[in-house]
């Protein structure tokens, strides 16, 4: 049998490149994978040759060790790939083509799926509607941080590139359509963001400049994203993003008024999540710190869009009713000022066709946007620690050496 090797989990703080079975179109037992998913056929599946996978955030809180992720968990839901191999039932998708992965794992058939709610399919996941790969409590899908990776669902899913050479010239931009892209977009439209609007971005991390590049392309007039590390920062400012210091300064309101004259936005989004911290110089961790400041300075019947990571089980949570993912926020606020909250992943089969048609018509420049970073297979666990300690990039693992 042919050869793979993937970035696998090992604990708190540690990721490994290790051997790891070569995928096949059947779903095998291993960690993370839920008994009732083990031996579940994928006929309707393809093989891809891994082109590009990004390190994302999201990994970062297994890696963290903030999440209850088994040891041995082939990390990676970001996957670009060629197809090698393709199941009895799969119609469409041909080997050779090069093809863009949704994170969410999607069936097609379900009701949420035909109503475009692909990021909560009933059907891929026994413990709850929703799925990825290589992620926990999602199903046990082998994730693609790897050489080869198996793609279920391969006809409906699979976003395929229309001419492989221009694809390949882009490809680090497009590696970000299978994910980050349309989560910073979808936070955006989810905020209401339209032309003129002012807009404030919570964090300035991958997804962060994705959502403040994807309110510049809705037509926001000032886009402003806050973060408390200066490095982020400088890189949002890179493209044209007004910046708060959340480490200088502790009232954000105060900090708004001084850019836009008034102390509100039209929009928010938060793409920080469930380790959020306070602000100020002594900021420690504070989980609805961003939740509830984007509702102090959003304005009445204004909209929240929040791509970020919010978790129903956190053991090194600040106390006991945040490690369940209960959070103290200001619901009141919300109610009083009649804002809107959309929360949840990301339907990326919503978004990443057009996001495909602005990189492939030079409308956008995403790649440059977050910083990508192409990087070896072998250099993935230097990249997590380098992510872990706050470098401004996005990391693109290139584990056959096929990006110029």
Not at 147 to 167: C, T
């Amino acid at each position: 049998m042919a050869s793979n090797r993937g970035v696998v989990y090992m604990g708190p703080g540690k990721v490994e490149v290790q051997d790891i079975s070569f995928p096949e179109l059947v779903l095998r037992d291993g960690p993370g994978v839920n008994p009732l998913n083990v031996g579940r056929k994928c006929e309707h599946g393809v093989i891809l040759k891994v082109v590009t996978t990004n390190i994302c955030g999201s990994d970062q809180h297994m890696v963290r060790g903030r999440t209850t992720a088994p040891a041995g968990l082939v990390l990676g839901h970001e996957i670009t790939g060629e197809v090698i191999e393709v199941g009895r039932d799969v119609e469409f998708i041909k080997k050779g083509d090069l093809v863009s992965v949704p994170f969410n794992i999607a069936c097609g058939r379900c009701r949420n799926c035909k109503e475009q709610n692909t990021h909560v399919c009933l059907n891929v996941n026994p413990d709850r509607p929703g799925s990825a790969y290589g992620y926990v409590d999602m199903g046990g899908w082998v994730g693609g941080q790897s050489e080869y990776v198996m793609v279920p669902y391969a006809d409906f899913q699979l976003l395929k590139f229309p001419d492989k050479d221009q694809a390949m010239e882009k490809i680090l931009d497009l590696t970000m359509l299978s994910d980050i892209f349309p989560t910073g977009y979808h936070g955006a439209v989810s905020a209401g963001v339209r032309p003129g609007s002012t807009v404030y971005v919570a964090g300035a991390g991958p997804v962060g400049l994705a959502a403040a590049h994807s309110a510049q392309l809705l037509g926001a007039s000032v886009v402003i994203v806050g973060d408390l590390n200066p490095a982020r920062l400088d890189q949002a400012r890179s493209f044209g993003c007004e910046t708060i210091n959340l480490s200088e300064h502790d009232n954000l309101a105060e900090q708004i008024e001084q850019i836009l004259g008034v102390p509100e936005v039209d929009c928010a989004i938060d793409c920080v999540g469930f380790e959020a911290h306070g602000h100020g110089r002594d900021h420690t961790e504070a989980p609805a710190t961003v939740l509830n400041s984007i509702m102090e300075i959003t304005r009445a019947a204004g909209r929240l869009g929040i791509p970020g990571l919010y978790v129903t089980g956190d053991p090194g949570a600040v106390d006991e009713e945040a490690k369940v993912g209960t959070l103290k926020i200001r619901i009141g606020l919300g109610w009083a000022k009649a804002h809107t909250f959309v929360t949840g992943q990301t339907p990326v089969m919503r978004y990443h066709r057009d996001l495909m048609m602005a990189i492939l018509n030079d409308k956008v420049q995403i790649a440059k946007a977050v910083n990508a970073t192409k990087i070896s297979l072998d250099e993935a666990p230097q990249a997590y620690s380098d992510f872990d300690k706050g470098a401004a990039r996005k990391y693109v693992i290139d584990p056959h050496g096929l990006v110029k």
